[in-house]
Each structure stands twice: as C-alpha cells, then as structure tokens.
C-alpha cells in the first residue's frame, strides 16, 4: 500500500551543522511530495512542497529533492538554527480514491546553540 | 495567506460525554477538510476526508456515529467526538485544502484529554 518512511525518529545537532533527514515513500501513482514542521503547541506548517513538474523544493534555506528512481524525498538544510528545532513530517498527498495526506512518523530535530 | 483556526484549543471532559470542534478556514475556500488525530508520540491518524460534492469518507477503525463531521459550507467544517472515552485521548487537527494544490493548510489543533 502507499506509505512514508521515515527511519530517523530524532536528530541532534549543533547551530551551523549541516541536516539531512531521510524520508521515502511508496506508491503506485505520482503524488504530490510534502514536508511539514510542527513546533511546540502548534499545527503542522507547510515548508515545501514538490509534484512530478518541478523535482525540487526550496524553502527557507532548505530544500528537497524528488527522486522518483529511489523513491525518495530527503530534506537538507546547510547550516541549521535553533530556531530550526522542531518536528519534521514528510507526507504524500494522494487525492485518488478519497486519500488525504499520508505522513511519515516524523523527525525530531534539536539543535543546540 | 491561507490560515486555517481551530476552537476550542484545548478541552477537557468526562468519560462518556461529547464534545464538538470547530475548524475555520480563513482567505480560501477549502475544498476539502480532513480531520486528523495526532497521538503523543506525534504519529498521525486520518479520521476522515470531508470534500465538496462529495459523501465523507471514513478510515478504517472511525466511524460517522462515533465522530460526527459537518461540512456545511468551503469554509466551515466541525467533528464532534461521541461518547469520548481514554482512548479518544490526543491533538485533534483540521486539515484544510483550496482548488490551487495538493497540500492541507493545518489549524492548530484542538487538545482533548478525557478524565
């Protein structure tokens, strides 16, 4: 069935590090690639998003890239912030057949300043 | 922008009573409004996708006579939790989608705790 996987469930870091955070996914139609982050005591925001067009989202200094050859849709930032501190979704939006979002079980990152 | 308001943010009650949630969507038209429930291990279940025109579809393990949702107009949508019991319990978040894309504009989410 259509699922996002995310392996990292936390991530430590120091200001200036570099982020990567794996996200894949799996389906059989072409969806629409999301990543949201989600502060303390609020909803999940969107922070970029990339279809089957345009490959490559940009946002804020971070930036993902859609590869259909592996299936995934890993998000990167070159030198994070605390600010950046946050939890970070990848979903699939998949509308055929009464779908919504798909998420992945999220990404916790910390950074330290 | 696209803001999407929830209310109340949080509620707090007892075991087997209801409590009704209100998702507004602000400067677009939402054409479809799903309705999540965030677990505290931050993992996301899909209650239900709600779309103009169209019948509310559930997920498996919801139900319409347990969590009641309304869509009356693109930029109004409410779910009531029927007979709310601890498992009922987590971050309850509206999702709202306009006609230009496939991403959800999300509300702050409304916190049930259940005594």
């Known amino acids: 069935g259509d699922s996002v996987t995310q392996k990292q469930g936390q991530v430590t870091l120091s200001e200036d590090d570099f982020l990567f955070i794996n996200c894949t996914y799996s389906?059989?139609?072409?969806?629409?690639l999301l990543w949201y982050v989600q502060y303390p005591g609020q909803g999940p925001q969107l922070l970029l998003k990339v279809t089957t067009a345009n490959n490559k989202g940009i946002s804020r200094g971070f930036e993902a890239t859609y590869d259909k050859g592996t299936t995934s849709f890993h998000l990167q930032k070159a030198s994070v912030q605390e600010s950046d501190s946050a939890v970070y979704f990848c979903a699939l939006a998949l509308y055929q057949g009464g779908r919504a979002l798909i998420f992945g079980t999220g990404t916790t990152v910390s950074v330290s300043p | 922008g696209a803001l999407v308001y929830q209310y109340p943010r949080r509620t707090i009650c007892k075991s087997g009573t209801s409590m009704r949630m209100e998702c507004q969507a602000v400067g677009f038209q939402a054409t479809s409004v799903a309705w999540y429930r965030q677990s505290p291990q931050k993992t996301f279940e899909l209650i239900a996708l709600s779309t103009v025109n169209s019948a509310i579809k559930y997920e498996q393990n919801f139900t319409q006579e347990k969590f009641p949702i309304s869509h009356p107009n693109l930029s109004f949508s409410s779910m009531t939790v029927l007979n709310a019991y601890l498992e009922d319990r987590g971050l309850y978040l509206c999702?709202?989608?306009?006609?230009?894309?496939?991403?959800?504009?999300f509300g702050p989410g409304t916190r049930l705790t259940v005594l």
């Open positions: 999702g709202a989608r306009g006609d230009w894309g496939d991403e959800q504009y």
């Open positions: 389906t059989t139609t072409y969806p629409t």
